[in-house]
C-alpha cells in the first residue's frame, strides 16, 4: 500500500498522466472533520458547505449516552483535522477514544459559551412539592460522572446559535481560505434558526399553559422546557446509562394520576416499553414520538436540526392542544 502511494506520488510529480487519477480539486480542498452525533453534524455540514467532509459517530437514531466506539471510529477521528464534540458530559467516551485514535485534530466544544443548565429541580414550576423526591433522585445518582449538568444544550434554539457560530469560529481557523463561505453559511443558517425559534414559540403558545406537562423517557428536553414554558417529567435523569428506579416510576405514575399530566412521549434513542408501561397505568395518551439525542434517518420526519425542532413542536401541539 505505501509502496503504490509513493509510486502515485512519484509519477504525478513527474507530472505524468494516470488514467486513474481523481479529480484532484473536490477531494484535496474538503476538510475532513468529525462531529460526536447527528445533531451536531448536521450544524457543521450547514456551515462547512461544501468545503467541508463531515463524518458522524454517533448516527441516526442513536444513543450518545451509552454509544461504544469501534476501531472504525478512532480510525475516523484519527483522520480528521477537526473534532467538534457537544461536551457538558454528553460524550463520556470521548476523551478515550482521541487519545486511542492518536488524532492531531483540534478538539472543538461547540457548547462553549452556553450557560449549562443544572438538573431539574430549579426550574420546574411547582418544583416545590417534588423537591424531596429530587434529592432522592440525585442521591440515587451520586458519583456518576456526569454530575448535576445537563447535556441537552441543543434543544433550545438560542443555544443551537451559539453551536453554529462555535463552529464557524473553529472553520475558518481551521481554513482562513474559506472564512467568507463560513460567514456566508453560519449567517444564512443563523436566520433560518431565528425564523425557528420564533415558530417554535408561536406553537407552544398555541397550547394552552396548563396543558404543557408531559413525560418523557429521559430528561433531555430541560432547556426546551426553560426556553418554551413547557415542562417535561421524566423517570430517567439526563443520561441514559442508568435506569430508572421503580421508585422514581412510581413517583411519576402518582404525579400523573393527580395533576392531570395529559400525555406521554416516547423518544426515538429509548426504548419505548417504559413509557408505554406509565401510559397503560395511567390512561395518559402516547403523544408520539419526539427526537430527543438523535435526528432520524433521512427518510424520517427528522433528517435535520430544522425538521426536528418543528416535528416536535407538531407533536406537543397535537397531543395536548385538545
Ligand atoms: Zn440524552
Known sequence: MLTRRLTLAGALALGLAL????PAAAQETRIP????FSILGDFVKQVGGDRVDVTTLVGANGDAHVFQPAPADAKKVAAAQIVFVNGLGFEGWIDRLVKASGTKAEIVVATTGITPRAMAEEDAPGAADAHDHDHDKKHDH??????????????????????????????IAADPAGAATYAANAGAYAAKLQALDAE???????????RRRIITSHDA???FGAAYGVEFIAPQGVSTESEASAKDVARIIRQIKAEKIPAVFMENISDPRLV??????????????????????????ASTYIDMMK??????????SS
Open 142 to 171: 451520586a458519583g456518576h460522572e456526569h454530575g448535576g449538568v445537563d447535556p441537552h444544550a441543543w434543544q433550545s434554539v438560542a443555544n443551537a446559535q451559539i453551536y453554529v457560530a462555535n463552529i464557524r469560529d473553529a472553520l
Open 19 to 22: 488514467p486513474l487519477a481523481i
Open 276 to 301: 408505554k408501561r406509565i401510559a397503560t397505568e395511567t390512561k395518559a395518551k402516547i403523544g408520539g414520538e419526539l427526537f430527543s439525542d438523535a435526528l432520524s434517518d433521512d427518510k424520517g420526519p
Open 221 to 223: 428536553f430541560g432547556y
Open 200 to 210: 417554535v414559540k408561536a406553537g407552544v403558545a398555541a397550547i394552552p399553559a396548563e
Open 311 to 320: 416535528n416536535n413542536v407538531a407533536q406537543l401541539s397535537s397531543a395536548l
Open 33 to 36: 472533520v468529525v462531529a460526536s
